[in-house]
């Protein structure tokens, strides 16, 4: 199957280019709109601690509210009556309310941090949890770079709307609030003329939220795209292919087309609606003006100390913060939805194989590794052709099954059954009488152990990648291991034995090296069922013989399914079955098909 460029879904829908890309159905998807409830549902195991710094928040916001009247008594009482008493006491107020509240604020910002962190880090733990459970079908039709692009960029660009959200609007609607009921205390009625400007910031700010939703959107499946071309041309496979077909000028050309988007995006998003905030700084700024003049009309009904005046103005611009504030946070929470709309859209893919809803307790270290496929049909998701259809095979303990076949035969899609990196569509496969999906997988890993032709080697230690099977492997079972593979003596000839670093991928190693390696690994697991899928067919003929001393131990005592390229590697077989197109067409030993002179003996030709 090819790999979409929706990193979703196989199936897209053209719709116009942007930028030199073709938008899909799944990017459409993620458009759609996120339930603020279950964003909400994100903080609820933090209700208690986040009460504490809403009521932090609070405390600070009425202490805050002294600061004004405190400079109107100093306007109106203490400076025109000269009372030192009473402007030392007024001055010092003032500064233990400033202390005060910044207290509060230290507090209240660990408080809100430490939650935010939180969140974010059981954001990523369940999004990367989710995905190692989505079956091979999902990665082999999802672009690598996008699956990491959707944990790091995604949720990274969510940080500062997670960690600060709640707490930002909890401090500047209680300092709003409380703002607004000290200048009605003051003067109701410049009150009135200071909210005249609330509907027309309400609405230009619902604009604004909706341009930067889009814009937030485009940047993240830009950065997608950036995160696919650095995976796939920086890796030891994408750099050797780039040098041997001279590619590495377009690839660059690609990179540099990529970021220039993002340049545009990030000054789109950065200048999205800021003249119409910078009316609305002006329009703000204007209301004092117009307070000023209304005071000092001699119409003007109302009389007004100097000190209310001074006081009410000085809420009045306060008020601003909190009021652009809220309208600001409105903006990042329309716009980060973008964002939690690609994070769902993962955490709710279903999980094609999974643990069964009740399992069959099965004892691993007892199992006998008697296999059997009943009528076993499968299709990969989009074909109308089944890749395997009305298989039907039996292993005994102990044995070992040959299948063989031609390119595209079934041969591959038969060991992932077994491995249960699929579910057939039709039949079953069991190990001693039990039902694969009836098990739990992680039974089903101890019993079941696949050594395929690719040999995948982390960027770490030899230990530490034959540990990969077994956790708490010492390191004398590690050696037996190795020992046992025939590789402990090219181990132990490198510069720093066990714990040399492997390199990105194994590419230090030859192919029969991380074949030998691949097989100490799987050793490790004691595997009941062993599944070789063509792990000898890229090997020269020297080096095969080396591997297959190593699998001679590897098979030994238990129920062995082998995949053959090479014919030679398959004849002691218990049993050979010939796979076409999906069927099982002849069946037998080394001899007997031979002597049929059918379709294996024009294979063996």
Same mark, same amino acid.
Do not use: C
């Given at each position: 199957?090819?790999?979409?460029?929706?990193?979703?879904?196989?199936?897209?829908?053209?719709?116009?280019?942007?930028?030199?890309?073709?938008?899909?159905?799944?990017?459409?998807?993620?458009?759609?709109?996120?339930?603020?409830?279950?964003?909400?549902?994100?903080?609820?195991?933090?209700?208690?601690?986040?009460?504490?710094?809403?009521?932090?928040?609070?405390?600070?916001? =009425?202490? /805050? &509210?002294? +600061?004004?009247?405190?400079?109107? #008594?100093?306007?109106?009482? @203490?400076?025109?009556?000269?009372? !030192? %008493?009473?402007?030392?006491?007024?001055?010092?107020?003032?500064?233990?309310?400033?202390?005060?509240?910044?207290?509060?604020?230290?507090?209240?910002?660990?408080?809100?941090?430490?939650?935010?962190?939180?969140?974010?880090?059981?954001?990523?733990?369940?999004?990367?949890?989710?995905?190692?459970?989505?079956?091979?079908?999902?990665?082999?039709?999802?672009?690598?770079?996008?699956?990491?692009?959707?944990?790091?960029?995604? =949720?990274? /660009? &969510?940080? +500062?709307?997670?960690?600060?959200? #709640?707490?930002?609007?909890? @401090?500047?609607?209680?300092?709003? !609030? %409380?703002?607004?009921?000290?200048?009605?205390?003051?003067?109701?009625?410049?009150?009135?003329?200071?909210?005249?400007?609330?509907?027309?910031?309400?609405?230009?700010?619902?604009?604004?939220?909706?341009?930067?939703?889009?814009?937030?959107?485009?940047?993240?499946?830009?950065?997608?795209?950036?995160?696919?071309?650095?995976?796939?041309?920086?890796?030891?496979?994408?750099?050797?292919?780039?040098?041997?077909?001279?590619?590495?000028?377009?690839?660059?050309?690609?990179?540099?087309?990529?970021?220039?988007?993002?340049?545009?995006?990030?000054?789109?998003?950065?200048?999205?609606?800021?003249?119409?905030?910078?009316?609305?700084?002006?329009?703000?700024?204007?209301?004092?003006?117009?307070?000023?003049?209304?005071?000092?009309?001699?119409?003007?009904?109302?009389?007004?100390?100097?000190?209310?005046?001074?006081?009410?103005?000085?809420?009045?611009?306060?008020?601003?913060?909190?009021?652009?504030?809220?309208?600001?946070?409105?903006?990042?929470?329309?716009?980060?939805?973008?964002?939690?709309?690609?994070?769902?859209?993962?955490?709710?893919?279903?999980?094609?194989?999974?643990?069964?809803?009740?399992?069959?307790?099965?004892?691993?270290?007892?199992?006998?590794?008697?296999?059997?496929?009943?009528?076993?049909?499968?299709?990969?998701?989009?074909?109308?052709?089944?890749?395997?259809?009305?298989?039907?095979?039996?292993?005994?303990?102990?044995?070992?099954?040959?299948?063989?076949?031609?390119?595209?035969?079934?041969?591959?899609?038969?060991?992932?059954?077994?491995?249960?990196?699929?579910?057939?569509?039709?039949?079953?496969?069991?190990?001693?009488?039990?039902?694969?999906?009836?098990?739990?997988?992680?039974?089903?890993?101890?019993?079941?152990?696949?050594?395929?032709?690719?040999?995948?080697?982390?960027?770490?230690?030899?230990?530490?990648?034959?540990?990969?099977?077994?956790?708490?492997?010492?390191?004398?079972?590690?050696?037996?291991?190795?020992?046992?593979?025939?590789?402990?003596?090219?181990?132990?000839?490198?510069?720093?034995?066990?714990?040399?670093?492997?390199?990105?991928?194994?590419?230090?190693?030859?192919?029969?090296?991380?074949?030998?390696?691949?097989?100490?690994?799987?050793?490790?697991?004691?595997?009941?069922?062993?599944?070789?899928?063509?792990?000898?067919?890229?090997?020269?003929?020297?080096?095969?013989?080396?591997?297959?001393?190593?699998?001679?131990?590897?098979?030994?005592?238990?129920?062995?399914?082998?995949?053959?390229?090479?014919?030679?590697?398959?004849?002691?077989?218990?049993?050979?079955?010939?796979?076409?197109?999906?069927?099982?067409?002849?069946?037998?030993?080394?001899?007997?098909?031979?002597?049929?002179?059918?379709?294996?003996?024009?294979?063996?030709?």
């Amino acid at each position: 199957m090819e790999p979409t460029s929706s990193g979703v879904t196989a199936g897209t829908e053209d719709r116009p280019r942007r930028g030199g890309r073709t938008v899909t159905a799944a990017e459409k998807a993620q458009a759609r709109e996120v339930s603020l409830r279950r964003i909400g549902r994100l903080f609820t195991p933090y209700r208690s601690r986040l009460a504490v710094v809403v009521a932090m928040i609070v405390a600070s916001s =009425i202490v /805050g &509210m002294a +600061s004004p009247f405190l400079l109107r #008594a100093v306007i109106d009482t @203490a400076l025109p009556e000269r009372d !030192v %008493a009473l402007l030392v006491a007024l001055a010092a107020g003032m500064v233990g309310v400033a202390a005060l509240t910044s207290a509060f604020g230290v507090v209240q910002t660990w408080i809100s941090t430490r939650i935010g962190q939180e969140v974010m880090h059981r954001l990523r733990t369940d999004v990367f949890g989710h995905l190692q459970r989505q079956s091979i079908a999902f990665f082999t039709r999802t672009r690598t770079g996008e699956v990491q692009s959707r944990i790091t960029n995604d =949720i990274g /660009g &969510m940080q +500062s709307v997670v960690t600060s959200t #709640a707490t930002s609007i909890a @401090a500047n609607l209680t300092t709003a !609030v %409380a703002t607004i009921v000290a200048m009605a205390a003051l003067s109701w009625q410049l009150l009135l003329v200071s909210l005249v400007v609330m509907p027309p910031a309400i609405l230009l700010t619902r604009r604004v939220a909706k341009m930067r939703r889009a814009i937030t959107a485009a940047q993240q499946r830009e950065l997608a795209d950036l995160n696919v071309t650095v995976e796939e041309g920086l890796s030891i496979s994408g750099v050797q292919l780039t040098k041997t077909m001279g590619s590495g000028p377009a690839v660059v050309e690609r990179f540099t087309r990529s970021s220039e988007r993002l340049i545009d995006l990030e000054l789109r998003s950065q200048l999205a609606g800021r003249w119409r905030m910078a009316s609305m700084s002006v329009i703000f700024a204007a209301v004092p003006a117009i307070i000023y003049i209304g005071a000092g009309l001699p119409i003007s009904p109302t009389t007004m100390t100097i000190g209310t005046l001074v006081a009410f103005t000085t809420l009045q611009a306060g008020l601003f913060r909190p009021i652009t504030g809220l309208l600001n946070v409105g903006v990042s929470i329309v716009s980060s939805l973008a964002l939690f709309a690609r994070i769902f859209e993962y955490l709710d893919l279903p999980v094609e194989v999974d643990d069964p809803a009740d399992p069959v307790d099965v004892d691993p270290a007892r199992a006998r590794g008697h296999v059997r496929f009943s009528d076993v049909t499968y299709a990969y998701p989009g074909s109308e052709t089944a890749a395997v259809a009305g298989v039907s095979l039996d292993v005994p303990a102990g044995s070992t099954l040959a299948l063989v076949g031609e390119t595209g035969s079934g041969k591959s899609t038969l060991a992932g059954l077994v491995a249960r990196l699929q579910d057939p569509s039709g039949g079953r496969i069991t190990i001693d009488g039990v039902d694969l999906r009836d098990m739990r997988l992680a039974d089903l890993t101890a019993i079941v152990g696949t050594v395929s032709q690719e040999t995948y080697l982390l960027h770490t230690t030899v230990r530490e990648n034959l540990r990969h099977a077994k956790p708490d492997a010492t390191d004398a079972e590690i050696e037996t291991a190795a020992r046992a593979a025939q590789v402990h003596d090219l181990i132990a000839s490198l510069p720093d034995g066990y714990d040399t670093v492997v390199g990105s991928r194994g590419h230090r190693f030859s192919g029969g090296e991380k074949q030998r390696l691949a097989i100490a690994r799987t050793l490790l697991r004691d595997p009941r069922v062993l599944v070789l899928d063509e792990a000898t067919s890229a090997l020269d003929t020297e080096t095969e013989r080396a591997v297959q001393q190593a699998f001679d131990a590897l098979t030994r005592g238990r129920t062995t399914i082998t995949i053959a390229h090479r014919l030679s590697t398959v004849r002691d077989a218990d049993r050979i079955a010939v796979l076409d197109h999906g069927r099982v067409v002849e069946s037998g030993t080394h001899a007997e098909l031979l002597a049929r002179e059918g379709r294996y003996a024009a294979l063996a030709a």
